[in-house]
């Protein structure tokens, strides 16, 4: 399971009582739900809502259950800039092609989706799509004529034989007389 990071930002824009997310001690905590349920009340989460509530989590001193509730809030880490979840090298490898179909197999969250339009500079043309596309790798049909394969045939079963039956004249001729 992959780490999503969240800005500063990104988090205060979720401060409705329908939609509220709180950062603390570096983390991000979705409390949506938790707000009815919250024992010391629904305003006090209202207010943090969108904001780092370290210091006032900090204050009040929560019990062990309480942390071990805050693990299943969590949604992922503050982090001072944008960062890809996957890593760097994840999109340094889809760079320079059309990767639709790889970030859709991923199966990204709405959250993911909005953070991408931020980055959006343009659109393909359609002629860019189809020579983005990958090129199909059809399967070479197997011959019965000479081909890269034939070492493949001696390293796989016919040269083990060879040096069996040479071991076994050597050991018959030679060690056993």
């Known amino acids: ?20 997310w709180i950062s603390i001690h570096g983390n991000v905590y979705d409390i949506t739900n938790f707000i009815t349920v919250h024992p010391g009340g629904e305003e006090v989460l209202v207010e943090a809502a969108g904001t ?3 210091l006032c989590f ?7 259950e309480a942390y071990k509730l805050m693990n299943d809030l969590k949604i ?30 991923v199966g990204h969250s709405s959250d993911a989706r909005e ?3 931020k980055y959006k500079i343009g659109e393909l043309i359609e002629e860019d799509k189809r020579q983005n596309k990958k090129p199909v790798n059809k399967p070479t049909p ?30 018959r001729y030679f060690i056993a007389s």
Not at 152 to 167: E, F
Request: glycine share 8%; aromatic share 8%.
């Open 1 to 20: 399971m992959s780490i999503h990071c969240y800005t500063p930002t990104t988090v205060s824009n979720h401060k409705r009582t329908c939609d509220a």
């Open 52 to 54: 780092d509530a370290t």
């Open 58 to 64: 900090d204050s009040i001193g929560h019990s062990d």
């Open 76 to 105: 992922g880490k503050l982090s001072s800039k944008d960062e890809h979840p996957g890593g760097e090298e994840v999109l340094l490898e889809q760079a320079g092609k059309d990767a639709t179909e790889e970030f859709e197999d």
């Open 115 to 117: 953070v991408m339009q």
């Open 142 to 171: 197997v011959s019965s004529s000479a081909s890269g394969d034939d070492f493949s045939l001696w390293k796989s079963w016919l040269l083990p034989l060879t040096m069996g039956v040479l071991a076994i004249f050597v050991y």
